[in-house]
DNA sequence: GACGTATATCGTAGATGAGCGATAAACCAT
DNA sequence: ATGGTTTATCGCTCATCTACGATATACGTC
């Protein structure tokens, strides 16, 4: 029963190179604590940044910083809600990242024969 | 008429966590410069590690720097050749990327309306 | 064996990242 | 305005990354 998702407000900058773009996006994913934020806001649809916290065994200005990671990269995103900020994941940077991944493997592995 | 495919010699130890393995692969593509070798490897089909150096604007041992993370991520594969030795990517590792970064993103994002 | 070639590793300097506690900023309530 | 709550930022330390030149290792040739 959660409220709403968080709107759209994907703004990165448009990065001309497709490998600068992959790297970054690749380097916001590349530690453990990140791809458990952004696991759990798809599991939780969205959530307070609190929440995260509690979620994980870091300070909270710890988690903040990764979170800020993940803002920066575009992979989530925060709307202030009164006093807390409800963090969402950006389904639709994450399915870019899923292009550029499928992108990089031409043909399903399949025959290896 | 490239001589052979590298022999299969996927060699990386099986994480228990798949967080910390997603991370781990992320990292490993988490630089432009590493991102690029794959790229070329893929085109290539597989080439010997002073192609991938004459490729980039970096000197030979940063480019041998830079093998080793993808190499030890199990991204690439290394096989001696007489004098050079032939690199390529490791397309199930691969396929294991894109399967991680699927399983991430529990439908396409198709509607969003 | 001596020499040239190809690749990896070493050593080092500078930049970036990770983690924390402390503090600031923004908000709500009283 | 004061005080409590939530999140972001600062300052710091320690570790890792990036890049390079120099050197080592392994191979093929003579």
Redesign the pocket.
């Given at each position: 029963m959660t409220p709403r998702a968080c709107p759209p407000t994907p703004t990165v900058d448009p990065l001309s190179d497709p490998d600068e773009e992959l790297a970054r996006l690749a380097?916001a994913l590349?530690?453990p604590?990140?791809v458990r934020i952004l696991r759990f806001l798809l599991e939780q649809r969205e959530c307070?940044?609190?929440?995260i916290?509690d979620h994980l065994?870091?300070?909270?200005?710890?988690?903040?910083?990764?979170?800020?990671?993940l803002?920066e990269a575009g992979l989530i995103r925060?709307k202030?809600d009164?006093?807390?900020?409800?963090?969402c994941a950006d389904e639709v940077r994450l399915a870019r990242v899923r292009e550029l991944a499928e992108a990089m493997l031409p043909t399903t592995v399949g025959g290896h024969s």
């Amino acid at each position: 029963m959660t409220p709403r998702a968080c709107p759209p407000t994907p703004t990165v900058d448009p990065l001309s190179d497709p490998d600068e773009e992959l790297a970054r996006l690749a380097a916001a994913l590349g530690h453990p604590a990140r791809v458990r934020i952004l696991r759990f806001l798809l599991e939780q649809r969205e959530c307070f940044a609190g929440a995260i916290v509690d979620h994980l065994p870091l300070a909270q200005s710890t988690v903040s910083q990764h979170l800020k990671v993940l803002r920066e990269a575009g992979l989530i995103r925060g709307k202030v809600d009164g006093l807390h900020i409800c963090y969402c994941a950006d389904e639709v940077r994450l399915a870019r990242v899923r292009e550029l991944a499928e992108a990089m493997l031409p043909t399903t592995v399949g025959g290896h024969s």
